[in-house]
């Protein structure tokens, strides 16, 4: 099965190889990481990432706007990596996403 290696940038770097079969998000749960998570079937942002270099699959994906994608916005828990993917993960990473009034 193919590879892929996974860095997530944040307050604290995190890099991971995931197999090309596994939503992201399992493949970072996996490897002891946990982030926040919501719905696991892509119907919330719960676990919206930011791509910032690499391909994914996120086909399945139902609540992101087409401009959010175009943004590169990826929700882990659907999404499979078809390249070596960059996110951005956290809070600064989702400010895009939605007004929040306490940020």
Avoid: H, W
Avoid at 69 to 92: H, M, N, P, Q
């Amino acid at each position: 099965m193919k590879t892929y290696r996974i860095e997530l940038i944040n307050r604290d770097n995190f890099t991971l190889e995931i197999t090309a079969d596994k939503y992201i998000l399992e493949g970072i749960e996996q490897a002891g990481l946990s982030l926040p998570v919501g719905c696991r079937y892509g119907a919330c942002i719960t676990c919206a990432a930011k791509l910032i270099k690499g391909k994914v699959d996120q086909s399945q994906a139902i609540c992101l706007k087409p401009e959010q994608i175009k943004a590169g916005y990826v929700l882990l828990c659907i999404a499979k990596a078809r390249s070596s993917c960059t996110f951005e993960v956290g809070l600064e990473s989702q400010a895009g996403l939605y007004f929040n009034p306490f940020l």
